[in-house]
């Protein structure tokens, strides 16, 4: 079945420590998302990336860094710069960036101690 | 500024009951329209879009949503209500000439027996 994964499906970090979310996509879409979701203030994008190789900042990319070196996996990375990386962590695909249908993963939630 | 507004914060309906959730926007031009449903701990999951042509759009589960262009709004419906809806219901804008999407802050819904 073609879809997204995301793992892990829970993460705990340290202050101060840097982690990793992943997210595959086996859709063949060119475009890749990030969302973060906090309770009442709906999704809010971190990262996108529109083909491999290229990626733009959303409305608060402060604290996060992506890469995209293959068309299927875009990981995202909360750095100890994020002032408040506790959140619900989405990522999605489309087949083109903009307005076509995005597709979603299941999510990770980061908490941190 | 442009934004997208589902004013209904949380929604209880019995059982049977009809449902219709609200989404009004704001941006220049007809976007297009999206909603999403939602289970606690769950990535988002497409109900139903609007690109052009009939306003009234069918959906998954036995949703519907009427885009009203005077109106600016594109509410979500459905005649009668399982306890199986209970979810977040999340109202997505792409406008046509942008390049990511905005996505309203969410209604809850509970559906009480």
């Known amino acids: 079945d073609g879809g997204i994964t995301q793992s892990p499906k829970y993460l705990f970090r340290k202050e101060g420590q840097n982690v990793t979310l992943s997210c595959e996509q086996n859709?063949?879409?060119?475009?890749m998302y990030w969302y973060r979701q906090d309770p009442g203030q709906g999704l809010r994008l971190i990262y996108y990336?529109?083909?491999?190789?290229?990626?733009q900042k959303g409305d608060i990319a402060e604290g996060y860094s992506v890469s995209r070196e293959k068309k299927e996996s875009f990981p995202l990375t909360v750095t100890s710069a994020q002032k408040n990386p506790t959140a619900f962590y989405l990522c999605?695909?489309?087949?083109?960036?903009?307005?076509?249908?995005?597709?979603f993963g299941p999510g990770t939630r980061l908490t941190v101690l | 500024a442009q934004s997208v507004t589902q004013p209904d914060i949380h929604i209880t309906v019995s059982e049977g009951a009809s449902l219709e959730l609200r989404c009004n926007y704001s941006?220049?031009?007809?976007?297009?329209l999206f909603w999403y449903v939602q289970s606690p701990g769950q990535g988002l999951q497409l109900l139903l879009k609007?690109?052009?042509?009939?306003?009234l759009v069918q959906g998954i589960k036995g949703f519907e949503a009427e885009f009203k262009r005077s109106q600016s709004s594109f509410n979500l419906r459905k005649p009668s209500v399982h306890w199986s809806d209970a979810a977040e219901y999340f109202c997505?804008?792409?406008?046509?000439?942008?390049?990511?999407?905005?996505f309203g802050t969410g209604t809850s819904l509970t559906v009480i027996p």
């Open positions: 997505a804008v792409a406008p046509n000439t942008g390049n990511q999407f905005y």
């Open positions: 999605a695909s489309s087949r083109f960036q903009g307005t076509d249908t995005q597709y």
């Open positions: 990336s529109q083909i491999v190789n290229d990626f």
């Open positions: 941006y220049g031009a007809t976007p297009y």
């Open positions: 609007y690109f052009s042509g009939d306003t």
């Open positions: 859709l063949n879409h060119d475009a």
